[in-house]
């Protein structure tokens, strides 16, 4: 007993240090887009929208846009949150990343939980979050439904930032820290008034999971021009200026609204699947 009690304050330091070599090891509290990004996407997706569909969504236009941001603010208090906002998809492999199953319980069983979870569960809860809809909708539950549409656009539109889908989420791995921000808030909160975003008009969606993992994969493959602009812009540069970020808008301008009007396309594409898979049900008014 003696010798026990000894050595439990070292066991008892060894486990903490691990946890926060763990924590430490996860991507900071994801912000695809950051809080603008977020609502321009659900703005935008409103007007992708069939007539009927788009006046209940309209109707609840300032609901959506005040709780597109609550799985965000929910990381403060739910650490684990954060694994639903990013799938590092580049620590499966090579491109196209066939080695990673899109069905959870066949990745489940080939990688563990604990693997699965620590590379990033976003995809998965785009599927979770679609059927969530589905049954709210389904059941009339409207007012759950309103909300659950907010926190699948806010996943969504995640699947589309280039850095929730890699281990280099913040540009760590390629000395270019905070890159991330600088693309998916610094530039949208600069010249968003500028943007000509033109997403397509929402269509039925007929696999929601394998659906996000096309948009993941998407989305990634633009994840090194992006950061080839980064180093671009900086060049001669001592700070992240006015310039640097004139010169980066300039060379990575056209993935930004891209992938923003992809988002949104895809926002509306969900909500109006998990309206159609809930048999169409009679809208409120």
Same mark, same amino acid.
């Given at each position: 007993?003696?010798?026990?009690?000894?050595?439990?304050?070292?066991?008892?330091?060894?486990?903490?240090?691990?946890?926060?070599?763990?924590?430490?090891?996860?991507?900071?509290?994801?912000?695809?887009?950051? =809080?603008?990004?977020?609502?321009?996407?659900? $703005? =935008?997706?409103?007007?992708?929208?069939?007539?009927?569909?788009?006046? @209940?969504?309209?109707?609840?236009?300032?609901?959506?846009?005040?709780?597109? *941001?609550?799985?965000?603010?929910?990381?403060?208090?739910?650490?684990?949150?954060?694994?639903?906002?990013?799938?590092?998809?580049?620590?499966?492999?090579?491109?196209?990343?066939?080695?990673?199953?899109?069905? @959870?319980?066949?990745?489940?069983?080939? @990688?563990?939980?604990?693997?699965?979870?620590?590379?990033?569960?976003?995809?998965?809860?785009?599927?979770?979050?679609?059927? =969530?809809?589905?049954?709210?909708?389904?059941?009339? =539950?409207?007012?759950?439904?309103?909300?659950?549409?907010?926190?699948?656009?806010?996943?969504?539109?995640?699947?589309?930032?280039? &850095? $929730?889908?890699?281990?280099?989420?913040?540009?760590?791995?390629?000395?270019?820290?905070?890159? $991330?921000?600088?693309?998916?808030?610094?530039?949208?909160?600069? @010249?968003?008034?500028?943007?000509?975003?033109?997403?397509?008009?929402?269509? &039925?969606?007929?696999?929601?999971?394998?659906?996000?993992?096309?948009?993941?994969?998407?989305?990634?493959?633009?994840?090194? *021009?992006?950061?080839?602009?980064?180093?671009?812009?900086?060049?001669?540069? $001592?700070?992240?200026?006015?310039?640097?970020?004139?010169?980066?808008?300039?060379?990575?301008?056209?993935?930004?609204?891209?992938?923003?009007?992809?988002?949104?396309?895809?926002?509306?594409?969900?909500?109006? *699947?998990?309206?159609?898979?809930?048999?169409?049900?009679?809208?409120?008014?």
């Amino acid at each position: 007993m003696q010798r026990w009690s000894k050595c439990y304050p070292w066991k008892q330091a060894v486990a903490a240090l691990v946890s926060l070599v763990l924590a430490l090891s996860l991507p900071p509290d994801s912000r695809a887009w950051g =809080k603008s990004g977020s609502k321009l996407v659900v $703005n =935008k997706a409103i007007d992708t929208l069939p007539q009927g569909l788009r006046e @209940y969504f309209e109707n609840n236009r300032s609901f959506l846009l005040e709780h597109v *941001t609550d799985p965000l603010e929910a990381i403060g208090k739910t650490p684990a949150e954060r694994h639903n906002h990013f799938i590092a998809i580049d620590k499966y492999g090579r491109f196209p990343y066939d080695a990673l199953p899109r069905v @959870y319980k066949l990745a489940l069983a080939k @990688y563990g939980k604990a693997k699965l979870e620590a590379n990033g569960l976003l995809p998965w809860q785009i599927g979770v979050y679609s059927e =969530k809809l589905t049954d709210a909708m389904k059941a009339g =539950k409207w007012e759950e439904a309103r909300l659950d549409a907010a926190i699948l656009a806010n996943y969504v539109a995640d699947a589309h930032d280039p &850095f $929730n889908t890699t281990d280099n989420f913040d540009g760590h791995l390629s000395g270019q820290i905070g890159v $991330n921000e600088r693309f998916g808030a610094g530039l949208i909160d600069r @010249y968003s008034s500028f943007f000509p975003m033109r997403p397509n008009d929402a269509v &039925f969606i007929e696999d929601p999971t394998d659906h996000a993992f096309e948009a993941c994969l998407s989305a990634h493959s633009w994840l090194e *021009t992006v950061l080839l602009a980064d180093r671009n812009a900086r060049r001669g540069e $001592n700070s992240y200026n006015d310039d640097y970020y004139d010169r980066f808008y300039n060379q990575a301008a056209a993935i930004l609204i891209r992938q923003l009007s992809d988002a949104a396309s895809d926002v509306g594409s969900y909500w109006l *699947t998990a309206w159609i898979n809930a048999g169409r049900p009679q809208l409120p008014k």
